[in-house]
């Protein structure tokens, strides 16, 4: 099964993983969460494509800590990953 990966913006500093844990997770299967607290943001991956656009319609401009969530769905990779032998290897 194919996961949906959310970004989300403008996290309150105080935000941490099992904050956005729980809070995905009303609305679905939280798969991971990856936070780069500095730079207020992070990554939800949904356990389906119907759970995120759940969690997009209920969460973004969501009240959190004193800021107003961004969150919307990331476009899954259109090209294969490369195995070497590129312009930067």
Do not use: C, I, W
């Not at 099964?1 to 009303?26: K, N, W």
């Not at 609305?27 to 356990?47: I, K, T």
């Not at 759970?51 to 969150?71: I, N």
């Amino acid at each position: 099964m194919q996961h949906t990966r959310l970004y989300v913006g403008d996290l309150p500093s105080t935000a941490g993983e099992q904050d956005l844990t729980d809070l995905f997770g009303q609305v679905g299967q939280v798969v991971e969460v990856s936070l780069f607290p500095n730079a207020r943001y992070g990554f939800v991956d949904m356990g389906a494509a119907h759970e995120a656009q759940s969690a997009v319609r209920k969460f973004d401009g969501y009240s959190l800590g004193g800021s107003k969530l961004l969150v919307h769905t990331v476009p899954p990779r259109s090209f294969p990953r490369s195995s070497g032998g590129g312009f930067f290897s």
